[in-house]
């Protein structure tokens, strides 16, 4: 069946430091690729989104872009901050699977001043 | 504007015991509503998701139930909770707009004793 893999954490580094989540899926047909973010004592918001091969989703300053031969998706930040604490999770839906999204693990974040 | 509410927050409950865990949605009608739960440690795994009232898809076979009395209105429940029922439960709702992202509540901590 369909499934996500991201890195494991805890990610610690420091203010305005480079990042870069790991996440590879397994999916048998076309799917939508999302990173959602999850902060402390919070439910999960959606950070960005790719719904075919070579997309690149963005916001805030996070990119990641759908590898569809590296079947891949990992997160990325030039320059982290300290409120970019939290838990990043990848996901996948098939096309037309609506909210059934699968989900890694999920990685956290820890920055530090 | 869109919104979601869950509660209780956080929740200790002894073994045995029963649950009810609701969630409600604002803005919106005949959303697809979406149980899933976090284990500590784990990433989350979707339960129970409903089309519409009364129709009610379990993912995966456990010890809780889900319903949907009303369109906006998504029920989780167990007769006797287990341990192995702790964790982070999240409610979620989609649109029917195609690749409309998922929204998240902001969670309930359940804790079996």
């Known amino acids: 069946g369909d499934s996500v893999t991201q890195m494991e954490g805890p990610v610690t580094l420091s203010e305005e430091a480079f990042l870069t989540i790991n996440c590879t899926y397994t999916a048998t047909g076309y799917p939508s690729l999302f990173w959602y973010v999850q902060y402390p004592g919070e439910g999960l918001q959606l950070l960005l989104k790719?719904?075919?091969?070579?997309d690149k989703g963005s916001n805030k300053g996070f990119e990641a872009t759908y590898r569809k031969e590296t079947t891949s998706f990992h997160l990325e930040k030039g320059s982290v901050q300290v409120s970019d604490s939290a838990v990043y999770f990848c996901?996948?839906?098939?096309?037309?699977?609506?909210?059934?999204?699968?989900f890694g693990q999920g990685t956290e974040l820890s920055v530090k001043p | 504007s869109q919104t979601i509410h869950q509660w209780p927050a956080t929740l200790v409950q002894p073994v045995g015991s029963p649950l009810s865990l609701e969630c409600t949605v604002e803005g919106t009608s005949n959303p697809n509503l979406y149980w899933y739960r976090q284990a500590a440690g784990r990433g989350l795994q979707l339960l129970f998701y409903s089309v519409g009232i009364g129709q009610i898809s379990s993912e995966v076979p456990q010890n809780l139930s889900a319903s949907r009395p009303q369109d906006r209105q998504f029920i989780l429940s167990s007769k006797k909770l287990l341990l192995s029922d702790s964790g982070f439960y999240l409610c979620a709702w989609i649109s029917g707009v195609r690749n409309s992202p998922l929204h998240f509540g902001n969670g309930t901590r359940l804790t079996v004793t």
């Open positions: 996901a996948l839906s098939e096309n037309n699977q609506g909210g059934k999204l699968i």
């Open positions: 790719a719904t075919k091969a070579d």
